[in-house]
């Protein structure tokens, strides 16, 4: 039912929500028509792709769809258009928050909610994940203190998602604007964002909730790579 909302409602909300971040605020993504064609291809592969990007800001999920891909493609294949687990304190306070995230495909999640809460939320997710649909989670679980990439900040949520879904794939997304340096609210005003990608299948030998964490780390493992080549790129060309 709410896939139904979602894909009925698209035609008006997804526009405005690319308008919104290009010309409203000013933002552009270097490299987008690679990026999109690379997550093209990816789609186009099949099996079960679990989005995982690095987090500074409250609209990173936001920033991440519309880098990875555009309104057409998001209204021809409506489930290459990621869903989200935000946090329900920050996006669902309210019964008028509720109503628009509903329609922006977002299943909240309370962190350090009730277990059963918490799991029923996942099972949905993973629920997603086997039905073909594009899922965006942040490894970390939060937006980063450091401004870097917190390996020790590594949740199970993800690590639990891929182990629930055979043959699930993970789609590393970093994704930084040019001023930033530490978290925020969202990026300043005409930001031009940088992002790396990189998939791969991650795997683990443990069980229960070791495998959850132990696939977790290798996801913040790599995520802490593309940081770091992007951080050198970036000193290099000054």
């Given at each position: 039912?709410?896939?139904?909302?979602?894909?009925?409602?698209?035609?008006?909300?997804?526009?405005?929500?690319?308008l919104?971040?290009?010309?409203?605020?000013?933002?552009?993504?270097?490299g987008?028509?690679?990026?999109?064609?690379r997550?093209?291809?990816?789609?186009?592969?099949?099996?079960?792709?679990?989005?995982?990007?690095?987090?500074?800001?409250?609209?990173?999920?936001?920033?991440?769809?519309?880098?990875?891909?555009?309104?057409?493609?998001?209204?021809?294949?409506?489930?290459?258009?990621?869903?989200?687990?935000?946090?329900?304190?920050?996006?669902?306070?309210?019964?008028?928050?509720?109503?628009?995230?509903?329609?922006?495909?977002?299943?909240?999640?309370?962190?350090?909610?009730?277990?059963?809460?918490?799991?029923?939320?996942?099972?949905r997710?993973?629920?997603?994940?086997?039905?073909?649909?594009?899922?965006?989670?942040?490894?970390?679980?939060?937006?980063?203190?450091?401004?870097?990439?917190?390996?020790?900040?590594?949740?199970?949520g993800?690590?639990?998602?891929?182990?629930?879904?055979?043959?699930?794939?993970?789609?590393?997304?970093?994704?930084?604007?040019?001023?930033?340096?530490?978290?925020?609210?969202?990026?300043?005003?005409?930001?031009?964002?940088?992002?790396?990608?990189?998939?791969?299948?991650?795997?683990?030998?443990?069980?229960?909730?070791?495998?959850?964490?132990?696939?977790?780390?290798?996801?913040?493992?790599?995520?802490?790579?593309?940081?770091?080549?992007?951080l050198?790129?970036?000193?290099?060309?000054q």
């Open positions: 039912m709410q896939r139904a909302v979602s894909r009925t409602l698209a035609p008006l909300w997804l526009p405005a929500l690319c919104l971040l290009r010309l409203g605020l000013g933002y552009r993504v270097e987008a028509r690679v990026l999109r064609e997550y093209r291809a990816l789609r186009s592969e099949g099996g079960p792709l679990l989005i995982c990007p690095n987090h500074l800001t409250m609209i990173d999920s936001a920033l991440v769809a519309w880098a990875l891909g555009s309104p057409c493609l998001y209204l021809r294949h409506f489930d290459a258009l990621p869903w989200n687990l935000p946090e329900q304190r920050n996006f669902a306070w309210s019964a008028w928050n509720r109503a628009f995230i509903y329609m922006l495909k977002c299943v909240p999640i309370e962190r350090g909610g009730s277990r059963r809460a918490v799991g029923d939320a996942l099972v997710a993973a629920s997603l994940l086997a039905h073909g649909e594009a899922l965006l989670v942040f490894p970390e679980g939060r937006r980063s203190r450091s401004g870097r990439v917190e390996r020790d900040a590594a949740t199970w993800a690590g639990r998602l891929v182990a629930a879904a055979p043959g699930c794939r993970v789609l590393c997304v970093y994704l930084r604007g040019q001023g930033q340096t530490a978290m925020s609210t969202r990026p300043q005003r005409g930001e031009r964002f940088r992002v790396a990608i990189e998939c791969f299948e991650p795997k683990s030998e443990h069980h229960g909730m070791r495998r959850a964490l132990d696939l977790t780390r290798q996801i913040l493992a790599r995520l802490a790579e593309l940081e770091a080549g992007q050198d790129a970036a000193v290099a060309s």
